[in-house]
Nanobody, 127 residues
Framework: QVQLVESGGGLVQAGGSLRLSCAASGGAFSDYNMGWFRQAPGKEREFVAAISWSGRTTFYGDSVKGRFTISRDNANNTVYLQMSSLKPEEAAVYYC????????????????????WGQGTQVTVSS
């Protein structure tokens, strides 16, 4: 059983940056592929980014490519999401999630395939 705790959310102006962290405990973190999702009020949960267990492979949602970077530190059981050039419409609760399933471009974007979720961290972007 893996426990995930996100942090780093907050209020930022449009065009600004934030770095989210997700600390894992209770399991073999380096075995898991990790993902970040976000959900705004009244909207479906949206795939943001994912990283393989080794950190060598990453995938991004189309809307964040070139602005967001996912990374991980297996020695410290933490995955990060560096966000830059934030837009007001990207205000949402951001969740990290873990999965042992195969790391393919299609599967890793499906939230239903993730086994463990954090409680989320709120990101607010002012215009």
């Amino acid at each position: 059983q893996v426990q995930l705790v996100e942090s780093g959310g907050g209020l930022v102006q449009a065009g600004g940056s934030l770095r989210l962290s997700c600390a894992a405990s209770g399991g073999a973190f380096s075995d898991y592929n990790m993902g970040w999702f976000r959900q705004a009020p009244g909207k479906e949960r949206e795939f943001v980014a994912a990283i393989s267990w080794s950190g060598r492979t990453t995938f991004y949602g189309d809307s964040v490519k070139g602005r967001f970077t996912i990374s991980r530190d297996n020695a410290n059981n933490t995955v990060y999401l560096q966000m830059s050039s934030l837009k007001p419409e990207e205000a949402a609760v951001y969740y990290c999630a873990a999965t042992l399933l195969a790391f393919t471009s299609s599967a890793i974007r499906q939230d239903s395939l993730y086994n463990y979720w954090g409680q989320g961290t709120q990101v607010t972007v002012s215009s």
